[in-house]
């Protein structure tokens, strides 16, 4: 038996045979070409041919993950018309007289090798974005399919890496589990196995060859442990892990309907996040009360330009029509850090997490700003929305805010508009709405704290930074504490306090947050029932 450990993207257990996703080999030849213009011609052939496939991609991971998370294979298009990208390769074929697989290939690899040096961690995962478009033309210009793996049986997959193309296109009721060599618990790859559901991990130390092929393999996506035939055991107690973990789910089915409500009587709210219209199906799938937060900015990352006034409104009304009175909670643009338009055409920081972004870029372009509150009260006529203000440092911003948003409130009722009795509310993510909670909260409807950048910005720690997991810890006394303070100055101003970070969702920790008096948790879908049923099973006479 052999043991690796790696960093757990996605929990759960898989046992079955191992198969490796061996990828296309592009062996690449400098040749000489004497008609420069001709190889170019034969370059945009194939740039064509790949946004094609980019497109078919991108509707396959709707149905399989949702639009948000289906978005990167829009950004790979996007990549297909950026003018260094496009600029380089052309420059390469005229000046060398070289083929056109040769010019793709230098350019992949050197645009990929700048942000592979990059100090922030989102940007460093683009190299691997840049190298899977690279890779597509190529395979395109040499008539060698880059997709394709096809499984015959339920396979633990294993790989160097996996890119978002390769991810999508295995087919999900064969693949048991991942196990990567290289990526990150933050790349894309990750994110679409979470969404998928699928036990994964990632940065495991291991020699890929076809000796492994075809043993048996045990992923427990709970420790970040993989195991190559493992003994008897071993396989035995992961066997009843497993068969536990499946009970577990069985059993949550039954809390399906039930309340959210403590043994003493205490009832608090469990919501949703999400992040567009397709992850409704899973928010009814999983029972959530409401949603707690509707990440607003992916209406912005999914287009080439400004989303219209009435494109916002068409989407907003529908979620407010589809959840028939159940409280909606959008969170205004959050554009900037790790999530960028290029059409917002914002210049380049040294810091983003803690530069123009959010509620910084909204008060600064009030036009954007008022464009979309106006969708946002639009739709208030058609259900139960709220509207939640995010990155809020001071009072003066939330002044600024709600004279705004009275301005569009105003010019919405002179034309005759309908709009509904809409609660405003703000995100406490920063250290210094906590300490100022006192004073925002005579302002507001309701407080709901994001606890994953607040996490970031109190121990002056970059969340994507992998050097510093071992010091990363949301639990640390001092988020704790600020959320225990939060919960109390939220109170005694007569409002409501939730939570919409992923804290939210650590079972480790939601007696001491109902203690703490938090009456609101926001999570993703799958953790529902899992926090309904630790609710049900808390007495706080106790």
Request: with cysteine.
């Amino acid at each position: 038996m052999k043991k690796y450990v790696g960093k757990s993207v996605y929990s759960g257990i898989a046992i079955g045979k191992i198969n490796l996703l061996n990828k296309v080999d592009h062996e690449i030849k400098r040749n000489h070409v004497d008609d420069s213009v001709a190889e170019i011609k034969r370059f945009e052939a194939a740039k064509l041919e790949a946004t094609k496939q980019l497109q078919e991609l991108y509707q396959r991971a709707v149905k399989e993950v949702g639009e948000a998370n289906a978005a990167i294979f829009e950004v790979h298009e996007l990549m297909l018309e950026d003018l260094d990208f496009l600029d380089s390769i052309h420059n390469i074929i005229e000046n060398q007289k070289v083929n056109a697989e040769y010019a793709v290939a230098t350019t992949g690899d050197n645009l990929s090798a700048v942000f592979a040096m990059m100090e922030d961690e989102y940007m460093r995962e683009r190299a691997a974005d840049i190298k899977d478009v690279s890779e597509r033309i190529i395979g395109i210009l040499s008539n060698k399919a880059t997709d394709g793996f096809v499984l015959k049986e339920p396979s633990i997959i294993v790989a160097d890496d996996l890119t978002p193309s390769e991810t999508v296109q295995l087919d999900k009721e064969k693949v048991l589990a991942f196990v990567t060599v290289h990526g990150s618990i933050h790349s894309h790859t990750a994110i679409l196995a979470r969404m998928m559901n699928i036990p994964a991990i990632v940065g495991v130390s291991l020699e890929i060859s076809d000796a492994i092929v075809a043993k048996i393999g045990i992923v427990n996506g709970n420790t970040g442990e993989f195991f190559i035939e493992p003994d008897d055991t071993t396989l035995s107690a992961m066997e009843k892990v497993k068969e536990e973990e499946l009970h577990k789910k069985e059993l949550l089915q039954k809390v399906k309907g039930k309340e959210n409500i403590t043994l003493d009587g205490t009832k608090v709210n469990l919501f949703a996040n999400i992040g567009n219209l397709s992850d409704l199906a899973s928010v009814f799938q999983n029972d959530a009360g409401g949603i707690g937060l509707f990440r607003s900015e992916f209406l912005y990352l999914e287009k080439t330009t400004y989303p219209t006034e009435e494109e916002q409104f068409m989407v907003y009304k529908k979620v407010a029509e589809t959840m028939a009175g159940k409280k909606v909670i959008i969170r205004t643009l959050d554009i900037g850090a790790d999530k960028q338009a290029s059409y917002f055409d914002m210049e380049k920081e040294e810091n983003p997490a803690m530069g123009y972004r959010a509620i910084r870029i909204c008060l600064d372009r009030i036009d954007v700003f008022k464009t979309q509150l106006r969708a946002l009260f639009r739709a208030s006529a058609f259900g139960n929305i709220a509207i939640m203000y995010p990155m809020i440092i001071s009072t003066e911003e939330v002044d600024q805010i709600k004279e705004i948003a009275d301005e569009v409130k105003t010019e919405l009722i002179s034309a005759n508009i309908k709009i509904g009795a809409v609660e405003q509310g703000i995100m406490i993510e920063t250290p210094a709405a906590v300490m100022i909670s006192d004073l925002l909260a005579p302002k507001v409807d309701f407080f709901s704290i994001g606890t994953n950048d607040l996490t970031q910005y109190t121990l002056a720690i970059d969340r994507q930074n992998q050097k510093l997991d071992n010091i990363y810890n949301p639990h640390h006394t001092a988020i704790l504490r600020m959320i225990k303070m939060v919960v109390e100055n939220g109170h005694k101003a007569g409002i409501w306090v939730g939570i919409c970070g992923e804290l939210g969702a650590d079972i480790t920790l939601t007696e001491e947050f109902l203690r703490m008096g938090v009456d609101e948790l926001s999570v993703a879908p799958p953790y529902i029932l899992l926090l309904r049923d630790k609710i049900r099973k808390v007495n706080l006479k106790f």
